[in-house]
């Protein structure tokens, strides 16, 4: 390419595209779902009204969220064979290599929903994977910590499930928190979906190919998984339990000091992000999330959540964060909140990922329904030797 850049659908439906699913203002830190503001749908809507409207177009009315809760929970389940994925793993496997092992070994149990091209299939495999990524993360959590997977309940809301069956036992029934089922729905909504993200480029790229829905989930459970991406949120909490280990607020100036120095390629993480330039308006949600969860459960004094507060407060007022526009993002509260919530830190990814399918599976079906679409092919501008003879051995 000599810099003249002709429309080619198959690179624009995966490096960058027209899309009507989400809009980014970074600069004025906004964030809208199918022109709603995430903060009306985060305080007026629960994660299934989202995902029917990420998916369909349109939030449900009375009649359709009643069907798609019922079919959502009918598909909860997933194959008792699903067991023996998970006794390949050792117990102390990383959450987010289960996941993505799971997440691709669906491909081979649902044979009626894999053709990428047929809409039926699409829309079968779509509600798959939005039921049953709550029961693949809970026992993901189950196998790590040696404890009996726990069903799902059908009478339960979507978010009340999965607490259930992560926190519940045989032993006793687990009576859901309402505050807490409110903040991990909260978490999810905030997650659902952002654009073209790396991830969402991923499975874009990913099921342009033609390979199964279940499959191109798998690979944005993988690219998900970097600590540049969605790994930021388990990154996020170490670094605020190193702070804190390490004198805590006393510590901010120094760890400041060690951003700023280029050698160390120390990040502060949890801040910073591609687009937005201005606050993500998901961070302030999650915020308050943290707030909340944090007073219901008594911890308002929660060493962590101030010593956040802190660091955002000096980060935000400090030259470097404020020349280089680096604000909280999505993943520096989140971490907090999660482990209020008793979610170990190994699984912040992994639930980021349970929310993202919906986003995931929109962005396909939104490439797949572009006539024009084609198998994604970035070119690359070779800039290496020039043509050249091979040399017998002897003379290289
Ligand atoms: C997510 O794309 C999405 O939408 C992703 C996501 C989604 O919902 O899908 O929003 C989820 O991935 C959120 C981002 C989570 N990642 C982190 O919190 C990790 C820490 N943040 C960074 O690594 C970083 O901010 C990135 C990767 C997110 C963005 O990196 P960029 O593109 O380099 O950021 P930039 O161009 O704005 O950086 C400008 C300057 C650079 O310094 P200089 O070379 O100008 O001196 O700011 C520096 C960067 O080095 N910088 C940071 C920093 N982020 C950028 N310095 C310290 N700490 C940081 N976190």
């Known amino acids: 390419q000599t810099g003249k850049f002709t429309y080619d659908p198959g690179f624009l439906s995966t490096a960058s595209c027209n899309s ?19 903060e009306q749908l985060a305080t007026q809507c629960d994660f299934l009204d989202t995902c029917h409207l990420l998916l369909y177009g349109e939030l449900p009315n009375l009649e359709q969220q009643a069907s ?41 149990f649902y044979h009626d929903s894999t053709d990428i091209n047929n809409p039926k299939h699409r829309e079968i495999s779509a509600i798959r994977l939005i039921a049953k990524m709550p029961t693949l993360v809970a026992m993901a959590y189950k196998y790590g910590i040696g404890q009996p997977y726990i069903y799902p309940k059908n009478d339960l809301s979507y978010s009340a499930n999965f607490m259930r069956m992560m926190f519940g036992t045989p032993c006793e029934e687990y009576a859901p928190n309402d505050v807490l089922v409110r903040a991990i729905d909260r978490i999810f909504i905030l997650h659902a979906d952002h654009e073209q ?7 874009r790229l990913c099921g342009s190919s033609g390979t199964n829905p279940f499959a191109a989930i798998a690979a944005g459970v993988a690219c ?4 540049a991406h969605g790994g930021a949120n388990e990154a996020a909490l ?15 100036g120094e760890f400041i000091k ?16 591609r687009v937005y330039k201005n606050y993500d308006p998901r961070a302030k949600l999650m915020r308050e999330t943290c707030h909340e969860v944090l007073s219901a459960l008594g911890l308002h004094d929660d060493p962590l959540f101030k010593l956040a507060m802190a660091l955002e407060k000096i980060a935000l007022e400090d030259e470097y964060f404020v020349a280089r526009k680096l604000y909280p993002n999505v993943d520096f509260y989140s971490g907090i909140v999660q482990r209020a919530i008793g979610i170990p830190v190994s699984l912040f990814t992994a639930i980021f990922a ?17 006539p024009e679409y084609k198998i994604g092919r970035p070119r690359q501008l070779f800039v290496g030797s020039k043509a050249r003879d091979v040399k017998p051995i002897g003379e290289r």
Do not use: C
Not at 83 to 101: E, I, K, N, S, Y
Not at 262 to 272: A, E, Q, R, T, Y
């Open 197 to 203: 993200n790396a991830s969402t480029s991923t499975v």
């Open 68 to 108: 798609f809760k019922k079919l959502v929970t009918n598909h909860t389940m997933v194959n008792e064979q699903m067991q023996f994925f998970l006794r390949g793993f050792r117990r102390d496997a990383h959450p987010m290599a289960v996941m993505t092992g799971l997440v691709g070994g669906l491909s081979a």
């Open 20 to 38: 009507s699913i989400t809009y980014i203002d970074g600069d004025k830190g906004e964030l809208l779902y199918r022109g709603y503001p995430i």
């Open 258 to 273: 060690q951003v700023k120095d280029k050698n160390s390629n120390v990040k502060l993480m949890g801040f910073g992000h």
């Open 238 to 252: 170490n670094m605020l339990e190193d702070i804190q280990r390490n004198g805590g607020v006393e510590r901010i």
């Open 354 to 370: 349970l929310a993202r399918t919906v986003g995931w599976i929109a962005q396909l079906n939104e490439m797949i329904a572009d």
């Open 224 to 227: 998900l998984w970097g600590p």
